[in-house]
DNA sequence: ACATTGACCTGAGAGC
DNA sequence: TGCTCTCAGGTCAATG
């Protein structure tokens, strides 16, 4: 689930509930999720203050603890989540940290397979660049230049460049070959053979696919999406072409050859 | 520079 | 129902 756009939607879900509030204690179920950071480390740092904003690079969340020069940073691996919850209420399932809130409310960093990791950065932009993150995929400045820019000098798939965190951040299988299928380029077709109009396609696909996920959280997905039909032998919405499986860059791909040509 | 593979973890779902 | 097998939206390291 964690793609970008996904994490945008835990970024506006934790904005809409866990700001401003007292941390009163901090519950770490289980210390392999936590990057380099101890869990009374942790503690330490959260107990007592609370969260003043969000900010989200990629497809990590970034939370800053009011009073105190750190923020918090969750990565939510292949399938982690939030929830935020009452008293009553039971904790979620597989819960790896759960922070219990002055007011009575919960927010349970919920992560099933532990693939995820939760630290601590002193500084969000030193992050991003000591970990050699490339730019976020939806910030504004990225623009079609600095697009064309990420993959000047590639030689690899298309598909491989977009889901590489270094060279853009925050797409991952699925939107990968959702924007692919939007542009109707081969998940395979190689980036030194891509012409400048398909870049630009490639590049337009890109936000409009990750906005309109970020969308479908109200709506559902556009009817000509990918998404719904990640299926071998489903019919393509586009064109009835026949979806087909793949493997690219060592993940499942779907693609319909149909209308996703210009391989090699 | 890139692709491929296996590893890290755990659970859901398919097939028997 | 229960067992076994396969696969999963992320990332890293090792290898070719």
Redesign the pocket.
């Known amino acids: 689930?964690?793609?970008l756009p996904?994490v945008q939607v835990f970024k506006e879900y934790l904005d809409a509930t866990a700001l401003h509030q007292r941390i009163d204690h901090v519950h770490v179920a289980a210390r392999?999720i936590l990057d380099e950071v101890s869990a009374s480390t942790l503690r330490r740092h959260l107990k007592g203050r609370s969260f003043d904003s969000t900010r989200r690079h990629?497809?990590h969340l970034f939370v800053e603890v009011e009073g105190d020069d750190v923020w918090l940073r969750l990565?939510?691996?292949?399938t982690g989540n939030l929830k935020y919850y009452e008293d009553d209420d039971e904790e979620p399932?597989?819960t790896r940290l759960r922070l219990d809130f002055a007011n009575g409310y919960h927010l349970a960093y919920r992560n099933?397979?532990?693939?995820g990791q939760i630290g601590l950065v002193g500084d969000v932009d030193e992050y991003i660049e000591k970990?050699g993150l490339g730019p976020d995929a939806l910030a504004r400045d990225f623009d079609l230049r600095s697009f064309r820019q990420a993959l000047e000098?590639?030689?690899?798939?298309i598909k491989?460049?977009l889901?590489n965190?270094s060279v853009i951040a925050g797409i991952?299988?699925?939107y990968a070959d959702e924007m692919l299928f939007y542009a109707g380029v081969h998940p395979e077709a190689k980036?030194d053979r891509l012409s400048d109009d398909t870049i630009g396609e490639i590049f337009r696909a890109m936000k409009a696919v990750l906005e309109s996920a970020i969308e479908a959280r109200v709506r559902d997905f556009p009817r000509n999406f990918l998404v719904p039909r990640r299926e071998e032998g489903a019919e393509c919405p586009r064109c009835h072409g026949e979806i087909t499986k793949t493997?690219?860059?060592?993940?499942?791909t779907y693609f319909c050859p149909d209308h996703q040509t210009g391989k090699r």
């Open positions: 689930m964690p793609e996904d392999d990629g497809k990565h939510f691996g292949m399932d597989h099933t397979r532990k693939l970990e000098g590639r030689h690899g798939t491989g460049a889901m965190q991952g299988n699925i980036i493997s690219v860059s060592g993940r499942s």
